[in-house]
């Protein structure tokens, strides 16, 4: 099997001190390979946003081991210097709401992050319209936000995640707004991308209608993870 | 890379312009105040300036004739014109008063001049100037009147035969010259009521109406209902003289006050609209700190407006720096649209302002480097905030 693309090593966090303290994670390990899409499910207040907090490199874990590719980022302290390089170049990010920047056109959306990586303002956006060929969006590249629809706005949201091209996408409750359709065409998009891009795509979710899309689950309670198996249901 | 100040700017276009409108007025109001300061200080010297003198003589002990009143006897000037460096001389009278122009009262200051002296009005735009040693008028286009109507200064008619421009004096009242003899009545004589009330009051002193000593009641009253004063005698210096000089030597030598043109100048801006310049001072910082708080408060809220944008952006790696020149750049531009609406707002009410609004280029670059510095300084409180927002805000809904 190939290299994971990450790995948590009983990884903790810690919100406060002494008595007070609360201990959103307590010992996760995970490990997620190129090319995979991963379901992190659970109740409301287990910790699966803290936990991709910690992925997205936002928050900072209090004690474990984060491995990226195969150079650890994170031991007893974060071992890179500049984490906003990291999320820019090696992170990518789906929110529950697309958050698109509603100034930019669908273009410009996706094209800023090689723009902010470096990459000259042309090919930024021979990239961008690229990528937004890939998700059927192409067509409304030069719209502006507010004109595209809601599943237009997730599509755009997703290429701008995979603008520069990073080992690993966190994907934060991407169906939430979405209906059954719509839900299961993000998911197969995704899965789309994870394999021809190679990357590790880790969702976020307690959709019941994706859930069983998942090839490999990790259902994460009181702070703990338990990998488990999914149905791996085809995706029509 | 994007120019995310110019896209934002651009998406909401009509509010940004909009605030910016409204800013502008704001900055064409603190112009304004400027210019009528300006306007002011300017009127003064174009008094000055408008009556071609280079050395003020009046009344001992006393800064007149427009900061205190000055009386000087109307023969002063054969001494004066006796000092070396001096050239011309000429007496002059000054008379604020209200003339009547067809439905309307009309502020006027009235100077009694003598033809081809100093005092004279320096240009006319239209007619011709005071011929005639009586009842003939030069107004300032100010006043309203034309060529060839006529104005009555207390119990006298005179007819305009001449307009000139820009005569006015510190309180921005529009000038009238007429001949020094018709002035000197107009400024000193009673009426006649009054004048018999005073010849029956004199006639009834035993001490004036003596018996015996004829001749002392009529001399005695025609010296007091006859003028021989003046506020001032105008002097100009002769070629190479100085006028500082000879308003030194008029003073050693001659027991009367003198000043130069320069000194009259600081007289009338430092003293007679000292407090006038204050209060617009005032008026003017007010004004900034007002426009300070309302830009800082625009760009306050059209920060807070992007909190999740702003979240997102630094999220994916946009450095605090790209966010800050974003914010920056907002804040710039609309100090500088709000600037250009504001000066042309200016431009455009100016001349509806009943006092001379003087808008000088000095104060424009001024108010367009306060302006810019203004919406620096209140970009920094949307920066602060920018800056302060947590990237993870934008994960978990």
């Given at each position: 099997m190939a290299e994971p693309a990450i790995v948590l090593q009983g990884l903790v966090k810690r919100y406060g001190e002494g008595a007070t303290a609360v201990e959103a994670l307590k010992g996760v390990d995970m490990a997620v390979y190129p090319g995979e899409v991963v379901g992190l499910v659970g109740p409301s207040g287990s910790g699966k946003t803290t936990l991709l907090k910690c992925l997205g490199a936002v928050i900072e874990p209090t004690a474990g081991r984060m491995v990226l590719g195969s150079e650890t980022i994170y031991e007893d302290g974060w071992k890179v210097r500049d984490l906003r390089a990291l999320r820019r170049d090696r992170i990518g990010f789906i929110f529950q709401a697309p958050y698109l920047i509603p100034f930019l056109d669908a273009t410009d959306n996706v094209a800023l992050l090689p723009m902010l990586a470096g990459q000259a303002d042309g090919a930024a956006r021979t990239r961008a319209l690229e990528i937004l060929g890939a998700l059927d969006v192409v067509h409304r590249a030069a719209a502006r936000i507010p004109e595209l629809s809601g599943g237009e706005q997730q599509r755009v949201s997703i290429a701008r995640a995979l603008a520069n091209k990073p080992p690993i996408v966190l994907a934060d409750e991407?169906?939430?707004?979405?209906?059954s359709e719509r839900a299961l065409t993000v998911v197969r998009i995704l899965n789309q991308l994870a394999t021809e891009y190679r990357t590790a795509i880790i969702v976020v979710t307690h959709d019941e209608k994706i859930?069983?899309?998942?090839k490999r689950i990790y259902r994460i309670r009181d702070g703990r993870t338990v990998e488990e198996a999914g149905e791996g249901r085809p995706l029509h | 890379m994007i120019n995310l100040a110019a896209r934002d700017v651009a998406h909401g276009f009509g509010r940004y312009l909009a605030t910016a409108v409204g800013l502008g007025l704001l900055i064409g109001v603190t112009l304004t105040m400027a210019g009528v300061y300006r306007g002011m200080s300017d009127d003064a010297r174009a008094f000055l300036r408008a009556t071609g003198t280079d050395v003020w003589v009046v009344?001992?002990?006393?800064?007149?004739?427009f900061a205190e009143a000055s009386t000087l006897h109307d023969d002063t000037w054969r001494a004066i014109r006796a000092l070396p460096g001096v050239s011309e001389v000429g007496n002059a009278t000054f008379l604020t008063t209200q003339v009547r122009h067809g439905e309307r009262w009309v502020r006027v200051m009235v100077l009694g001049f003598e033809p081809?002296?100093?005092?004279?009005?320096?240009?006319?735009?239209e007619g011709r100037p005071v011929a005639r040693s009586h009842y003939e008028a030069v107004a300032d286009v100010l006043t309203g009147f034309q060529v060839g109507e006529r104005v009555r200064i207390r119990r006298n008619e005179y007819t305009v035969v001449g307009l000139t421009r820009r005569m006015v004096n510190q309180a921005g009242d529009p000038m009238m010259f007429i001949p020094l003899r018709d002035a000197q009545e107009a400024q000193f004589l009673k009426d006649n009521e009054a004048i018999v009330n005073e010849r029956n009051r004199l006639a009834a002193n035993p001490r004036i109406n003596?018996?015996?000593?004829?001749g002392l009641l009529d001399t005695i009253s025609e010296a007091l209902t006859s003028n021989n004063n003046v506020n001032a005698v105008l002097v100009r210096v002769a070629p190479g003289a100085e006028p500082v000089e000879v308003a030194a030597n008029i003073k050693r030598w001659k027991h009367l006050q003198a000043f130069s043109t320069a000194e009259m100048e600081d007289i009338l801006v430092g003293t007679v609209i000292e407090r006038a310049a204050k209060q617009i001072g005032l008026f003017l910082l007010i004004l900034a700190f007002v426009s300070i708080a309302i830009v800082a408060f625009i760009i306050y809220t059209m920060t807070l407006g992007k909190l999740k944008e702003i979240a997102v952006l630094k999220l994916i790696g946009t450095r605090d720096r790209t966010i800050a020149a974003m914010i920056l750049q907002e804040a710039l531009g609309l100090g500088l649209i709000g600037f250009l609406i504001g000066r042309i707002a200016a431009t455009l009410w100016g001349p509806v302002f009943p006092r001379y609004v003087l808008l000088l280029v000095e104060d424009t670059a001024r108010g367009f480097v306060i302006t810019m510095l203004a919406c620096v300084l209140a970009s920094m409180v949307g920066i602060r905030m920018a800056l302060r927002v947590d990237p993870a805000e934008a994960i978990g809904g």
């Open positions: 991407p169906t939430a707004p979405l209906d859930i069983p899309t998942f | 009344q001992q002990h006393t800064l007149g004739p081809g002296r100093p005092g004279e009005p320096g240009y006319l735009v003596r018996p015996g000593v004829p």
